[in-house]
């Protein structure tokens, strides 16, 4: 698609690998990409039932990423942009190992507006809160700032090189994938709909 070569996705001198990528969901379903990168594990393999793993499959997982860091002494945190019942959150979130979630009413946020600045600010926030000194911190940390719907705005807003990029389309659908695909190929994160950043904090030594 034209729309999507752009610089950014090019490789260059620090390249250290490129090339198609292959992943298990697409176009919503973001619950299943955090249970993938948890448990190293994709959704589908367990059928279409995998669709709903907070609820279905993360009671039964062993050996998850935050699962693991615990045992190795790691603190467990995650930072949520929605309320914790949303999806099955909370309880999907303890059963994957994490020590705490806090969503975004205890982040003191509005859902499905924070911007990814203010996620960053809270989650750093709480790692001041939580850190104590000798043990580790594993943050891992949603964001959805990015995430659509992105068509509040008129085709004629959108720069040239996005609209109509796919003929034949009706308007309203024309208009989201057009802003949906600028909204993908203007950030860092073209594949997800809500970033998923880890981070492990070594407290310094007391």
């Keep these: 698609m034209p729309a999507c070569r752009v610089a950014m996705f090019k490789p260059d001198a620090r390249t250290r690998g490129s090339g198609v990528l292959r992943t298990h969901t697409f176009g919503g379903g973001t619950w299943v990409s955090e249970f993938a990168s948890l ?18 499959l993360a009671p039964h997982v062993r050996d998850t990423l935050p699962q693991l860091l615990r045992r190795l002494g790691y603190r467990t945190i995650a930072i949520y942009p929605t309320v914790g019942s949303f999806i099955n959150g909370r309880n999907a979130y303890r059963d994957y190992g994490f020590d705490h979630l806090y969503d975004v009413h205890e ?3 509005v859902e499905w507006e924070e911007s990814d600045r203010q996620m960053f600010a809270a989650a750093k926030r709480i790692y001041d809160k939580v850190k104590t ?3 580790p911190v594993f943050v891992m940390i949603l964001t959805l700032n990015q995430h659509g719907p992105h068509d509040e705005g008129p085709m004629s807003s959108l720069p040239p090189a996005f609209r109509h990029l796919l003929p034949g389309l009706k308007p309203d659908v024309a ?11 203007i950030r860092i994160w ?5 970033s998923m950043i880890f981070s492990i904090a070594r407290s310094p030594p007391c």
């Design 39 to 56: 448990t190293g594990m994709p959704q589908d393999i367990f059928g279409p039932g995998g669709m709903y793993a907070p609820y279905l």
């Design 107 to 109: 982040l003191g946020l």
């Design 133 to 135: 000194p000798g043990q």
């Design 175 to 185: 208009l989201n994938f057009d802003t949906t695909w600028r909204g993908c190929t």
């Design 190 to 194: 073209p594949c997800a709909r809500w």
